[in-house]
C-alpha cells in the first residue's frame, strides 16, 4: 500500500506564489518517477510537471518559466513551486507517482494523491 499525501494548497491572488509538497508513505521499493497533474470542473486532468529518477523535468507549456517541479534527496517527496501564479492556474493539483513495490517485481504501478485545491483570486 503506498499513499501520496498532498499540502500548501490555499488561497492567493495573482502574481503570489505558493509551494505544493508530496510525501509518499508506506511500503514499497522505490519511486521511479513523480509529478504534478491538475484538474478544474468539466475538464480532464492535464500534466502540470513530471521528474524522473534521473531529474529530468517536463512541463506543460502554460506554466513554463513559472512553476519548478523537484524532488528531495531520498526521492520520496515531490514539490511544486508555483511562482507568478495566474487566475487560470486554478485547479485541484494531484500529486503522482510510479512506484515499484518490490526488487523482485518489474512492473511499476501509478498512484494518486487526494488533491490540493489550489485558488487564485483578485
Known amino acids: 500500500q503506498v499513499q501520496l499525501v498532498e499540502s500548501g494548497g490555499g488561497l492567493v491572488q495573482p502574481g503570489e506564489s505558493l509551494r505544493l509538497s508530496c510525501a509518499a508513505s508506506?511500503?514499497?521499493?522505490?519511486?521511479?518517477?513523480m509529478g504534478w497533474y491538475r484538474q478544474v470542473p468539466g475538464k480532464e486532468r492535464e500534466l502540470v510537471a513530471t521528474i524522473t529518477t534521473g531529474s529530468s523535468t517536463n512541463y506543460v507549456d502554460s506554466v513554463k518559466g513559472r512553476f519548478t517541479i523537484s524532488r528531495d534527496n531520498a526521492e520520496n517527496t515531490v514539490y511544486l513551486q508555483m511562482n507568478s501564479l495566474k487566475l487560470e492556474d486554478t485547479a485541484v493539483y494531484y500529486c503522482?507517482?510510479?512506484?515499484?513495490?518490490?526488487?523482485?517485481?518489474?512492473?511499476?504501478?501509478?498512484?494518486w494523491g487526494q488533491g490540493t485545491q489550489v485558488t487564485v483570486s483578485s
Open positions: 503522482h507517482a510510479v512506484v515499484r513495490p518490490s526488487l523482485v517485481i518489474p512492473e511499476a504501478y501509478n498512484f
Open positions: 508506506g511500503s514499497f521499493f522505490r519511486i521511479d518517477a
